[in-house]
C-alpha cells in the first residue's frame, strides 16, 4: 500500500475528475466517509475501501517501515481503484521482530471468492502483500510470480478473533496443557487468525507484572497474532495506577472482575461499583465473570456434606440461577456507574435472557457465549466416566438443559448476543484429577478454540438461524469492534491486516481427540459432526492452513494494542454521560430552601449514637453539633397539640403545602 | 379460635352481641346476602333469618358491603429513630387504622444490632399491650446474623407466636447482610417454617451513590430516590428470590415501591417461585414526583425505603399486578415522624428518618384506584387487603374472613363514600399527610373490632390496651406447602446423587503434572469449605517436577496405566 499511495500521489492528474481531492495526501476525516459501514465512492468498481482514513489509533506503529516502502516499489502498476482514497501513509504494522515477513514478502491472490463481510457479500479478487489487503477488486493487476489461490465462489471471510482464551494459564505449580503455541495453531486450524488471552495476576500481585510475564510468553509462541485482557483479582489504589497504565501506556482496554471465587478472586459489590466507575471514566471495557460466589460457596458445602464429591457436583453447586443473579446485579452496576459491561461466558438461557433484557432497557451490554455453551450441555456432568465428566468441568458450568444450545444460537442469531469466545483453557485428566475426590478442586476449563468457527456454523448459520454476515460479526467483527481494533482486523477491506479464511460449507468434519490439535485428551465436543471447516487459512498474509496440513511458526505472533473507548461501546456512553451531567443542574438549584430550615429541628435528641443511625458515615453530620436541645420531648398525641412550630424567623409557609 | 383466658376477661366485660343486618358479605372467594350475629368477639352465625336473642344491637348494613377487617402487615409504630419515637405510637397508630377499616395490625420490632431479638421483642409486646386498640402482632427484624440469633429465633418461633422475620440487603454498616449471611438466615428460618420478609435494596451500591450524590452537592430529600433508583430495588428483589429458591424457603417482599421490582416478583412467580409481594400504600396512591418539592418539609415527608418511584405511572401499574394476582397483599408502611423529627436530615439526605403514613388509607386507596376503576373486583379487594395477609402469616380463617368461629372483626364498606384527604382530618399525628388533597372513594361505615363497634359514621370509640397480641403458628401453608412437596423432591434428587459415588473412586489418579506443592492461593477453589476426604493429598508423594511436565503434547503422556491397569477409564464412556 506505501508504494502504492506514493504512486498515487504522483499520478494525482490522471484520477478521473470524480474522485480527485484536494490535499489527497491528508489524513481523511473520517465522517466524510459516513463512517465504517458505508461504501466509499467508487467502492463498486473496484471494491476497494479507504481503510487509512477509517483507522483510530495505531500510528504509532507506523515510522519503522518507512524504510520498506522504497524497498517495496515495483509494484506501482496497480491503477484500477481509486488512488484519491489511498492516503500516502501506510498502515502495514510490522513490528521489529518480524524481520522473516519482510525477507519473504509474501503475496497472493485470492481468486474468484465470495467476500463476506459483516454487512455485505460480494465476488472479488483480493491481493495481498506483505500481509496486509492490498487490492480488492475484479480482474486486479499484479506483480508475477503471486501466488494465486482459486477460492472457486467459496466463502472469503475475515479471520476469527477468538475473543477469550486462556492458553498457558497457571494453575497450582503446573500451566494448561496448551501454550500459546498448541493453543493458537488450534485456534488457526480452526480459522481463527487473532486470540485474546486473559492475564491472571494473582490476588496481590502486580497487573503490570502479570502482563509483562503473558507478554513474554506469548511473544515467544504465539503463531497468530494476539491480544490481552487483564483480569483484576483485588482492589487498591496501586491496583488503580497499574489498570490507568495499562490502558494509557500498555495497549489492554478490556478488564475482567469476578463476582465467583470467593476468598480469591471475587470482589465486593462495592470494589466492582469502583472499578467500573473508573473504567467508564477512562474507556475501558468491564468484563464481568458473572456467578455469584457467596452462595455457591454456601452450596458447595452443602454439596460436600450430602456426600456429592463428583463433577456433578459442579453443577448442582452451580445453578444458572447463580448465574442470572450475577448477570443481573452486574447489568445494575454498569448502567449506575454507566460503564459497558461485556458479560464473559454466557452459559445458560436465563443469563442470556436477562442481557437480552437489558439491552432492550437500553443497556450497553454485551454477551459472549462460548463455544460449549453453544455446542454441548451439562448432561455430561452425569457421565460414568469420570474423566469424561471432569473434562466438562467449567464455570460457569453448562447447563443441564439441552435446549440450552439452541437458545443461545437463537440469541446470537439475532444480536442479543454479540460475540462467540471459546474460553479455551485445557487441563489434562491428570490435571483433572487433582478433583477426583472433591469436586471443588477440579480445575476449571473446557477446550473449544479450534471448534468455535465450526459449532456456530454448524448450529446456526446450517440451520437456518442465521445469514452468513451475521457469522462473521459474531465470530469476527463485533470482536474487533468491542477491542477497537476494527477495521484492521474483522473486515476484508483495503488496508486490513490480511488475516482471512476461505471457508468451506460443504465440508463435514467428526471432532475427535484424536485428530484435534489440542493437546488435551478429551475434546468436550467429540464425535460432534459439524458442517462447515476453514479449507485456506491466511494469517499475517501468509497460508498457514492449506489441504489439512498446518505451517504456523511459533512465535510470529504478534501483541497487537487496543486503544480505550471503542466506538462500539463507548459512543452511547459518552452521550449518555452528558446527560447525567445535565441532569444534576436542576438538583443543585433545591439547595437553599433546605439550609433555611435548620431552626426547625426539635425532634431529636441530641444523645444520637451512631449506632442508631440507618444511614451510617453520613458526609456531614452537621446537626450533631448544631443541635442542643434539653432532652426528648414526650411523644405527642395529637397533631393538634404541636403542630406548627414556629421558626424565629416565622416561615409559616414551610409547613403547609404546597 | 377462642381467645385466650388472660384476654377473655376484657371482651366478655362488654359481652356485646350484634347482628348485622341486610349487608352482603364478602370473602375472597364469593359474596353472598347474609346477616351476621357476633357474640364475645366472635361470629357466631352467618346467614338469613338468624334467630337472635333479645336485646340485640341491630346494625342496618342497607346493602352495604361487609367484608373481614383489613390486615395491616406493615407498620412501625414503635420505632425509634437516634432516639425519638415515632409520633404514631400503638394507641395513635391503631386508633388511625381502624379509622381506615382496618381491624388489624403487623408491626415490625426492630432492635438495635446487638440487642437481644427477645427482649426487643418483649418490650414491644410491653409497649403494645398498654397501648394497642385493636388486635395486633409482630414482625422481628434481624439486625445482624450470628449463631446467637438462632436460639432465641428458635423461642420465638416456638414459644412467642412469631412467624415472620425481616433481613435487610440495604443500610450498610447497620442491618445490611451479606449474601451468605442472607443464605445461613434463609436456610435456619425455612427450618423453623417461618416467612423471611426482606427489605430488597442493593446497600452496597447505595452507599456508594449517597456519597456521590453528596459529592454533588445534593443534600435534600431529592438525594434520596436518585441515590436509591429503582434498578437497586429490582437487583436486590432479584437475588433475594435466588437466594429463596436456592434455599427453598418462601420469601416475602416487603415494600415493593416500584414497577421493576414487582415485575421481578411477577416473573419469578410465573417460574414458580414461592415469593410474596407487598406495595404499601404509598406506592398505590402517590409517586416520588414530589421529592423534587420546592417545599423541603412536604419534600421530606415522601422520604421512605425504597423510594417512591419518580415514575408516574408505577401506582397504575402496581393496581394491575395487585388485582391479577402478581402481588399479594397491601400494607402501609406506617412509620410516622414529625416534620420536626425529619428535620435532622435538613442538611444532609441520609439522616432523614424514613416513612411515610398510609395506615388509615390503605383500604381506601385500594378501592378507589383499583375497585373503581375497574381493575379489581371486591373478593379480589378482601384478598388483598386482609385475606392473603391472614393466609401468609397463617392467621386465617381466624382472622381474614367472615365465617362462623372468625373473631369478630368486621367492616361495613361503603363503595360510594367519597372522602378528601387531608392532614387536618386524620387520626395520624402527622402535621403531612403525604396523600393530603387526594379525593378518595369508599371507605368504611362501621368498624366492628374484636365484636365492639369502635368507628360509628365518623366516630371513633376506642380504649386503649383492649389489643390482643395475636400469636402465630409456623408453617402457614399458603407459603409451606409447596416448599414441603420440593423439599422432598430435593430429597429423592440427593438420593440419585449418591448412587454416583461409586465410580468417582475407581478413577486411578495419576496426577503426572503436579507438582505436590500446590500453593494456597492459585487455586481458584482452595478457600471453598474444607472437602471431607482429602484422601489424594497425603497420598502422592511425588518428588518435584517431572522431567517431561513441558512437554504437553498428548502423543506423549497418553494413557497413563495406572497399576489396575484400567485402561477404560481414559476412553470415552
Not at chain 1, 518480524?98 to 463481510?117: A, C, F, M, W, Y
Not at chain 2, 372513594?441 to 371513633?460: A, D, K, M, W
Request: charged share 20%; net charge negative; glycine share 8%.
Amino acid at each position: 500500500m506505501a508504494e502504492r499511495g506514493r504512486g498515487d500521489a504522483d499520478r494525482d492528474g490522471d484520477v478521473p475528475v470524480y474522485l480527485a481531492r484536494p490535499g489527497t495526501a491528508d489524513q481523511l476525516p473520517r465522517q466524510q466517509h459516513g463512517g465504517v459501514f458505508s461504501n466509499v465512492e467508487g467502492a463498486y468498481e473496484s471494491k476497494t475501501i479507504d481503510f487509512d482514513a477509517l483507522t483510530v489509533g495505531q500510528r504509532s506503529s507506523r515510522s519503522p517501515r518507512a524504510t520498506n516502502r522504497e524497498e517495496l516499489k515495483p509494484s506501482k502498476h496497480e491503477t484500477n481503484f481509486p488512488p484519491a482514497l489511498i492516503e500516502p501513509e501506510d498502515t502495514l504494522r510490522i513490528k521489529k521482530k518480524d524481520p522473516q515477513i519482510l525477507d519473504k514478502s509474501e503475496r497472493l491472490l485470492i481468486k474468484g471468492g465470495r467476500i463476506v463481510n459483516d454487512d455485505q457479500s460480494f465476488y472479488a479478487d483480493i491481493y495481498m502483500e506483505d500481509g496486509v489487503i492490498k487490492q480488492i477488486g475484479d480482474n486486479l493487476i499484479v506483480p508475477g510470480g503471486v501466488k494465486t489461490i482459486e477460492a472457486d465462489g467459496k466463502m472469503v471471510i475475515p479471520g476469527g478473533i477468538d475473543i477469550h482464551t486462556h492458553l498457558q494459564m497457571p494453575f497450582r505449580g503446573t500451566s494448561t496443557v496448551d501454550d500459546f503455541s498448541q493453543g493458537t495453531k488450534a485456534a488457526l486450524a480452526g480459522g481463527t487468525t487473532m486470540i485474546v488471552d486473559h492475564v491472571i495476576p494473582e490476588p496481590g500481585s502486580s497487573l503490570l507484572e502479570g502482563f509483562e510475564r503473558w507478554r513474554e510468553w506469548a511473544d515467544e509462541k504465539a503463531c497468530c497474532d494476539y491480544a490481552l485482557h487483564v483480569d483484576i483479582t483485588h482492589w487498591n489504589d496501586s491496583v488503580k495506577q497499574e489498570v490507568l497504565s495499562l490502558i494509557k501506556e500498555k495497549g489492554v482496554n478490556s478488564f475482567q472482575v469476578y463476582m465467583a471465587f470467593k476468598d480469591l478472586y471475587q470482589l465486593s459489590n462495592s470494589e466492582i461499583y469502583e472499578i467500573f466507575t473508573f473504567l467508564g471514566e477512562h474507556g475501558g471495557i468491564a468484563q464481568v465473570h458473572a456467578e455469584n460466589g457467596e452462595i455457591i460457596a454456601e452450596e458447595q458445602a452443602r454439596m460436600l456434606e450430602m456426600g456429592i464429591t463428583g463433577p456433578e457436583g459442579h453443577v448442582l453447586s452451580r445453578p444458572e440461577e447463580l448465574e442470572a443473579e450475577a448477570v443481573f446485579r452486574a447489568v445494575t452496576i454498569a448502567s449506575q456507574t454507566n460503564c459497558p459491561l461485556y458479560v464473559t461466558r454466557v452459559m445458560s438461557k436465563s443469563a442470556a435472557d436477562i442481557i437480552s433484557q437489558a439491552r432492550k432497557k437500553g443497556n450497553v451490554v454485551f454477551g459472549e457465549p462460548i463455544t460449549a455453551s453453544l455446542g454441548t450441555d451439562g448432561t455430561h456432568y452425569w457421565s460414568k466416566n469420570w474423566a469424561k465428566a471432569a473434562s466438562f468441568v467449567t464455570s460457569p458450568p453448562l447447563s443441564p438443559d439441552p435446549t440450552t444450545p439452541d437458545y443461545l444460537n437463537t440469541l446470537l442469531a439475532s444480536g442479543d448476543l454479540s460475540v462467540v469466545g471459546s474460553a479455551h483453557c485445557t487441563f489434562s485428566v491428570a490435571q483433572k484429577a487433582i478433583g477426583k475426590d472433591d469436586f471443588t478442586q477440579i480445575p476449571e476449563g473446557v477446550n473449544g478454540a479450534e471448534e468455535r468457527m465450526s459449532v456456530i456454523w454448524d448450529k446456526a448459520v446450517v440451520t437456518g438461524k442465521m445469514d452468513e454476515n451475521m457469522f462473521v460479526a459474531v465470530t469476527s467483527t463485533n470482536a474487533a469492534k468491542i477491542l477497537n481494533l476494527y477495521p484492521r482486523k474483522g473486515r476484508i477491506a483495503v488496508g486490513s491486516d490480511s488475516d482471512l479464511v476461505i471457508w468451506d460449507t460443504d465440508a463435514v468434519r467428526t471432532i475427535t481427540a484424536k485428530t484435534h490439535h489440542s493437546a488435551a485428551e478429551y475434546n468436550v465436543f467429540e464425535g460432534m459432526e459439524l458442517r462447515g471447516a476453514p479449507m485456506l487459512v491466511v494469517c499475517q498474509g501468509k497460508i498457514v492452513l492449506e489441504d489439512g496440513n498446518l505451517h504456523a511458526t511459533a512465535g510470529t505472533g504478534r501483541f497487537i494494542p487496543c486503544s480505550p473507548f471503542p466506538d462500539f461501546a463507548y459512543k452511547r456512553v459518552k452521550a449518555r454521560k452528558q446527560m447525567a451531567i445535565l441532569k444534576a443542574v436542576p438538583r443543585g438549584m433545591y439547595d437553599g430552601p433546605v439550609s433555611e430550615f435548620s431552626p426547625m429541628s426539635r425532634g431529636g435528641t441530641p444523645s444520637a449514637s451512631a449506632r442508631t443511625s440507618p444511614t451510617k458515615a453520613p458526609v456531614r453530620n452537621l446537626h450533631q453539633s448544631g443541635f442542643t436541645l434539653s432532652g426528648p420531648e414526650e411523644a405527642p398525641i395529637r397533631a393538634a397539640g404541636r403542630r406548627t412550630f414556629m421558626p424565629p424567623g416565622g416561615r409559616s409557609n414551610i409547613t403547609s403545602l404546597s | 379460635m377462642q381467645p385466650k383466658p388472660a384476654e377473655e376477661s376484657a371482651v366478655v366485660q362488654y359481652n356485646e352481641r350484634l347482628v348485622i343486618k341486610g349487608g352482603r358479605v364478602v370473602n375472597d372467594d364469593q359474596s353472598q346476602y347474609a346477616d351476621v350475629y357476633v357474640e364475645d368477639g366472635i361470629i357466631k352465625q352467618v346467614g338469613e333469618n338468624l334467630i337472635v336473642p333479645g336485646g340485640v344491637k341491630v346494625i342496618e348494613a342497607n346493602g352495604c358491603m361487609v367484608i373481614p377487617g383489613g390486615i395491616d402487615v406493615n407498620t412501625c409504630l414503635h420505632k425509634p429513630y437516634l432516639g425519638t419515637p415515632p409520633v404514631d405510637d400503638f394507641y395513635q397508630g391503631t386508633k388511625a387504622a381502624l379509622a381506615g377499616g382496618t381491624t388489624m395490625i403487623i408491626d415490625h420490632v426492630t432492635p438495635q444490632p446487638g440487642e437481644s431479638l427477645l427482649e426487643a421483642f418483649e418490650k414491644w409486646q410491653e409497649v403494645a399491650d398498654k397501648k394497642s386498640c385493636c388486635d395486633y402482632s409482630l414482625h422481628l427484624d434481624i439486625p445482624h446474623w450470628h449463631e446467637g440469633v438462632k436460639e432465641e429465633l428458635e423461642q420465638l418461633v416456638q414459644e412467642k407466636g412469631i412467624n415472620s422475620f425481616q433481613v435487610y440487603m440495604a443500610y450498610k454498616g447497620l442491618f445490611q447482610m451479606p449474601d451468605s449471611q442472607l443464605y445461613e438466615a434463609f436456610s435456619f428460618l425455612k427450618e423453623l417454617g417461618a416467612v423471611v420478609l426482606v427489605h430488597a435494596e442493593n446497600g452496597d451500591l447505595i452507599a456508594q451513590e449517597q456519597s456521590k450524590i453528596l459529592g454533588m452537592g445534593i443534600t435534600g430529600p431529592e438525594g434520596h430516590p436518585l441515590s436509591r433508583p429503582e434498578e437497586l430495588e429490582a437487583e436486590a428483589v432479584f437475588r433475594a428470590i435466588t437466594l429463596g429458591n436456592r434455599v427453598n424457603c418462601p420469601v416475602y417482599i416487603t415494600k415493593v415501591m416500584s414497577k421493576s421490582a414487582a415485575d421481578t416478583v411477577a416473573t419469578a412467580r410465573k417460574k414458580g417461585s414461592v415469593v410474596f409481594g407487598e406495595p404499601i400504600t404509598a406506592s398505590l396512591a402517590t409517586d416520588g414526583s414530589h421529592y423534587w418539592s420546592k417545599n423541603w418539609a412536604k419534600a421530606a415527608a415522601y422520604v421512605t425505603s425504597p423510594p417512591l418511584s419518580p415514575d408516574p405511572t408505577t401506582p397504575d401499574h402496581l393496581h394491575s399486578l395487585l388485582s391479577c394476582g402478581d402481588l399479594q397483599v397491601v400494607g402501609s408502611g406506617h412509620c410516622a415522624y414529625s416534620t420536626s423529627q425529619k428535620a435532622i436530615g435538613k442538611d444532609n439526605f441520609t439522616l432523614i428518618p424514613e416513612g411515610t403514613n398510609g395506615v388509615e388509607e390503605r383500604m381506601g386507596f385500594v378501592w378507589d384506584k383499583a375497585v373503581a376503576m375497574g381493575k379489581m373486583d371486591e373478593n379480589q379487594f378482601v384478598a388483598v387487603t386482609s385475606t392473603n395477609a391472614a393466609k401468609i402469616f397463617n392467621l386465617y380463617p381466624r382472622k381474614g374472613r367472615i365465617a362462623v368461629g372468625s373473631d369478630a372483626d368486621i367492616v361495613i364498606w361503603d363503595p360510594d363514600k367519597i372522602k378528601t384527604i387531608t392532614a387536618k382530618a386524620q387520626q395520624s399525628a402527622l402535621e403531612y399527610n403525604i396523600f393530603e388533597g387526594m379525593e378518595c372513594h369508599g371507605g368504611p361505615v362501621y368498624v366492628v373490632s374484636q365484636g365492639r363497634i369502635v368507628f360509628e359514621e365518623g366516630n371513633l370509640q376506642v380504649h386503649q390496651g383492649t389489643g390482643r397480641f395475636i400469636s402465630r403458628k409456623p408453617f402457614p401453608d399458603v407459603a409451606y406447602q409447596r416448599i414441603k412437596y420440593r423439599n422432598k423432591m430435593m430429597c429423592k434428587q440427593g438420593v440419585s446423587r449418591g448412587m454416583y459415588d461409586g465410580p468417582v473412586y475407581d478413577v486411578p489418579a495419576t496426577p503426572k503434572y503436579i507438582t505436590p506443592a500446590p500453593s494456597a492461593k492459585t487455586s481458584p477453589t482452595t478457600h471453598q469449605p474444607p472437602p471431607i476426604r482429602n484422601l489424594h493429598q497425603s497420598n502422592f508423594s511425588l518428588s518435584g517436577a517431572q522431567i517431561d511436565d513441558n512437554i504437553p503434547r498428548r502423543s506423549g503422556h497418553r494413557i497413563v496405566a495406572p497399576p489396575g491397569g484400567r485402561s477404560n477409564i481414559t476412553s470415552l464412556g
